[in-house]
């Protein structure tokens, strides 16, 4: 049987509220997409900036101002 996943989408603001990241990913709950997202801000530099994270029903899981 195969695992159903969920799409998120992971968003960085700049300052003046540009965007700088618009990535969309798949993860299996919200749990691991928390995780997910937060890997990808630490790796690209990113996890002080203005960040969210969504579910595809537009649910907020992660985000820091």
């Known amino acids: 049987e195969g695992l159903i996943m969920k799409n998120y ?5 700049s300052k003046t509220g ?6 969309s ?3 299996k709950n919200d749990e691991e997409a ?3 997202g937060e890997k990808k801000l ?5 996890s002080e900036h ?3 994270c969504v ?6 899981i992660l985000f820091h101002r």
């Not at 989408?9 to 603001?13: G, N, P, R």
């Not at 540009?18 to 990535?23: F, G, I, S, Y």
Request: proline share 0%.
């Open 25 to 27: 990913f798949q993860a």
């Open 50 to 52: 203005t960040h969210r």
């Open 34 to 36: 928390k995780g997910i």
């Open 9 to 13: 989408v992971l968003t960085v603001f």
């Open 18 to 23: 540009e965007k700088l990241l618009d990535e």
């Open 55 to 60: 579910t595809e029903d537009a649910r907020l």
């Open 42 to 46: 630490e790796e690209k530099g990113y």
